[in-house]
């Protein structure tokens, strides 16, 4: 009796396909969103955003900078303000790309192209060469936020977890961003040639430790109902609406968040000698933000979005209401500190939830690229409008600044409500999703 040959079977959904003898077993196939990929994602975007973020010294020190140089003062302002603008386009342009290509080749690429920058900064070149790289580097630097955002979207397996993977990159931004003062006190503050030869060092071991992103990343495939590009939803407001409203309001909360580092100061070296206050005040808040927005996003996860968010705009203000207008009772004003940072822990990581909640599919970077623009233009305008405000109505002033935050979170509460009404979209957002490749094709 003749042997029959061996054959493969390979089982696919419904039926049953017979290969030649030659062919081989069907692999097995990962699924995009396997928590290892997703941990692993998480983990390497925030520690190149660590690393990147503790060579920062360009938004710290920027401006000392271009005082050793031979500019005068206006000349200065348009540099800052150029570089400001540029920032903004760069993260709406970052966002674009990111969604055409792939967030990790974006990432690579901005990476790289900042340490290139920073490093052509740290050799002292002539000054029409120094400010198109600090001009650059800024807007790099903005550029990086959007894809990562995007990235850490990705890497959530529901939406129930959401906020709480973009707490934890803000863990290690707010780380990164709060260790580069530190280093620069061990370089020397005033010795540009280190601190920018560092930060292009930082930069490209980022673009290093990103080359470990895999390539396969989930891509969520199902938006919001409220995101499809229709109309209207359930009779209210259009998308776009929505979408414009939402961000402007975002944008304007950075505005007032920036009076805690702008406005504030000014009242206490008013009111007290030195600013030994304000610095202990910055301290409490930086650390309670590393500490405890993680652990926070745990709890509001289990509400609709725009209940975090509302409340904690109103928190925020209420905060700076009390440390501004009881700036000589020092109690009060830690205590106002205190609401004001748990308000942030809040608000902060369920921003970005809301852009991802309202970005149609294949939008996600393009909407995380908008949020992160609108907030950069609150963060260049709030100082100048607080500090204008302060020397002209300085009675009033934090009277102002509780009535827009107040006012921000109703019309949020107000706007969002419907349209992000639960806790969650889809059990599973990204379960369908089909791998994405560097290339940004399935």
């Known amino acids: 009796m003749r042997a029959r ?10 039926t049953h396909n017979l290969s030649s003898p030659m062919a081989k077993p069907a ?9 290892h990929r997703s941990r692993r994602t998480l983990a390497v975007v925030g520690l190149s955003t660590l690393v990147g973020r503790s060579g920062g010294f360009l938004s710290i020190f920027g401006s000392i900078y271009l005082t050793s140089t031979t500019l005068g003062p206006n ?5 800052l303000t150029v570089a400001g603008v ?49 001009i650059l580097a800024s807007g790099m630097t903005a550029a990086f936020i959007p894809p990562a955002a995007t990235l850490v979207q990705r890497t959530s397996r529901s939406e129930k977890t959401l906020t709480t993977r973009f707490a934890t990159f803000r863990l290690f931004l707010n780380i990164g961003t709060t260790s580069s003062p530190l280093i620069a006190m061990i370089l ?89 206050i304000y610095s202990t005040l910055i301290l409490i808040n930086s650390a309670t933000v590393i500490i405890g927005e993680v652990p926070l996003s745990i709890l509001t996860r289990r509400f609709a979005p725009w209940i975090p968010l509302t ?64 907030q950069a233009l609150g963060f260049a305008l709030g100082p100048a409008a607080g500090v204008a405000l302060y020397f002209t109505a300085a009675a009033y002033i934090w009277l102002v600044i509780l009535a827009i935050g107040l006012g921000l979170s109703v019309l949020l509460g107000a706007l969002l409500r419907r349209p992000l009404g639960s806790a969650t979209m889809t059990e599973n957002p990204v379960a369908q999703a089909a791998p994405t490749t560097e290339q940004g094709t399935p």
């Open 311 to 374: 409340l904690g705009i109103a928190l925020m203000s209420t905060g700076i209401f009390l440390a501004g207008a009881c700036v000589a009772v020092p109690v009060v004003m830690v205590a106002g500190a205190l609401i004001f940072t748990f308000g942030e822990m809040m608000f902060a990581p369920v921003a970005n939830t809301v852009a991802a909640r309202l970005a149609p599919a294949g939008k996600s970077a393009r909407y995380q690229g908008y949020l992160s623009s609108m």
């Open 5 to 14: 040959p061996t054959r493969w079977f390979i089982r696919s959904p419904g």
């Open 27 to 35: 692999e097995e196939t990962i699924t995009p969103n396997s928590g």
């Open 75 to 79: 000349s200065i302002v348009v540099v």
């Open 188 to 276: 020397g503050e005033t010795y540009f040639d280190r601190l920018f030869l560092y930060s292009a060092i930082a930069n490209l071991i980022a673009a290093l430790v990103l080359l470990l992103t895999p390539r396969h990343i989930p891509q969520n495939t199902d938006p919001h109902p409220l995101a499809t590009g229709s109309t209207h939803t359930h009779g209210g407001p259009s998308h776009g609406t929505v979408v414009g409203i939402t961000l402007g309001a975002l944008g304007i909360t950075a505005a007032l968040y920036a009076q805690f580092q702008s406005t504030l100061p000014l009242a206490i070296r008013a009111e007290h000698t030195g600013l030994a």
């Open 86 to 134: 540029f920032s903004m386009l760069s993260s709406v342009l970052s966002g674009r790309l990111a969604d055409r290509f792939s967030p990790r080749s974006i990432l690579i690429s901005v990476s790289v192209i900042n340490a290139v920058v920073l490093a052509v900064l740290a050799a002292n070149p002539g000054i029409p060469v120094a400010l198109g790289c600090m």
